[in-house]
């Protein structure tokens, strides 16, 4: 596998980058620092949303500057289709106490936003002190919720994108650009 290339070919469908290694990286710094300074002098608890986030979560904590702690949870919607299909389950738990608690939620990428809805209703239900979201990131034109999103990394047009955690089929999560389908 070709990990350095500016395209890929994966059964028939050409992927392209749209989001290099090195702006990625930048990106991430750039939302640890904001966040560092939001939550000066208090302890988050930063939430992963399971597969997809692993990658930019870990990059992000290890730009923050502040104590914190982590949990995760896990949804499925997805399957291994290219569309969402808005039907959200609670795969993963969390092990945290939320009450009281200022809790950071960490997306890889929000598109229709119902598994954000979806996600803020389980929280909100165990009184945190406050809520707010990162996601890297926000499919603009593909939401259909009102949710307020309170950092984004990137805004990026409806199209299928994979890599830096993000899958197709399950797979490519490794790849450390972000790339995005040009043709099937
Ligand atoms: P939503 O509920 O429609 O906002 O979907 C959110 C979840 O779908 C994300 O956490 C991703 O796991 C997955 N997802 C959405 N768009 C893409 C994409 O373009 N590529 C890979 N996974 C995606
Ligand atoms: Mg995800």
Redesign the pocket.
């Known amino acids: 596998m070709p990990f350095n290339k500016k395209s890929l070919k994966i059964n028939g469908d050409r992927f392209v980058v749209m989001l290099s290694e090195r702006r990625i990286k930048a990106k991430v710094k750039e939302l640890a620092r904001t966040i560092s300074k939001d939550y000066k002098g208090t302890v988050p608890v930063f939430i992963g ?1 399971l597969n ?1 986030s692993f990658i930019f979560f870990s990059d992000l904590i290890r730009e923050v500057s502040i104590d914190c702690e982590i949990d995760f949870l896990k949804l499925s ?2 399957g291994d289709a290219k569309i ?1 299909s ?1 039907n ?1 389950r609670l795969l993963k738990d969390l092990n945290c106490q939320v009450e009281g608690r200022d809790i950071i939620i960490v ?10 809805e979806y996600i803020r209703d389980l929280i909100l239900h165990q009184n945190p002190k406050s809520f707010r979201v990162v996601t890297l990131l926000y ?1 603009k034109d593909a939401v259909k919720t009102q949710m307020k999103i309170d950092y984004i990394g990137f805004s990026i047009p409806k199209d ?3 890599g830096y955690g ?2 197709y089929a399950q797979k490519l999560r490794h790849l450390k650009a972000i790339y995005r389908l040009k043709e099937s």
């Open positions: 949303i997809g919607s997805y969402s808005g959200v997306e890889d990428i929000i598109d229709s936003g119902l598994s954000m499919k299928f994108v994979i993000l899958d």
